[in-house]
């Protein structure tokens, strides 16, 4: 009988942190609106400068 009791109270401590469901976030707070860069220019892909990046594990190797 000691052990319902002990379950009871642990099923109330359970139930006071689980019990509800967190607040609700809205779209607004989850976006963020920035400017586009003019003309194209910033973070986009440039095949020019893509060699820098190239990586394969044969040339690594040096096979």
Request: charged share 30%.
């Amino acid at each position: 009988m000691n052990k319902e009791v002990a379950t009871d109270a642990e099923a109330a401590i359970r139930n006071a942190r689980f019990g509800k469901l967190p607040e609700r976030i809205r779209h607004e707070d989850m976006t963020t609106d920035t400017e586009a860069v003019p003309g194209g220019r910033g973070d986009g892909y440039d095949p020019e400068g893509s060699w820098k990046f190239y990586s394969c594990l044969a040339l690594d190797l040096g096979l």
